[in-house]
């Protein structure tokens, strides 16, 4: 009997721990993607987080950060899915991001020094703004 109980508060604490990690692993993956958000998309940010107003970088700025920071789909993924908790299917960031993406699509994957790319990254995130767009589900693009 008192094994048991013993057994039983040690998996409860088990399981507390675990569960703790598992929040600190979306939290570090959040901020991570937000860094990923920042570097990418954003060129300066002014005032404070309540009325903050953010400048984005220029297409040729985000096609030349995506090549040399050798993005790839899963984290242009990851920094769409994160726009769009954010701020909904019309942001402009969502547009820069696939015009950016369409900018390293064309270029030919000999000429790419970013070898991680696979080229129809930019159909993809069309497809997933569509879909959104009609109230359809964007799970079925990835």
Not at 26 to 40: A, G, P, Q, S, Y
Not at 60 to 82: A, C, G, H, T, W
């Amino acid at each position: 009997q008192k094994k048991a109980e013993e057994l039983r508060a040690e998996i409860q604490s088990l399981q507390r721990i675990q569960n703790e990690t598992k929040v600190t692993r979306m939290v570090e993956k959040r901020n991570k993607t937000e860094n990923w958000i920042d570097e990418l998309l954003v060129n300066i940010t002014i005032g404070e987080e309540s009325s903050k107003i953010e400048v984005l970088n220029t297409l040729q700025e985000v096609s030349r950060v995506l090549i040399e920071r050798r993005y790839n789909q899963d984290k242009v993924n990851r920094v769409f899915d994160r726009l769009i908790e954010e701020h909904k299917w019309d942001s402009p960031m969502l547009e820069l991001l696939a015009d950016a993406c369409n900018n390293v699509d064309v270029i030919e994957r000999e000429d790419n020094p970013n070898k991680r790319w696979n080229q129809m990254v930019e159909r993809k995130l069309r497809h997933k703004m569509f879909a959104m767009k009609h109230g359809l589900n964007p799970d079925l693009y990835d």
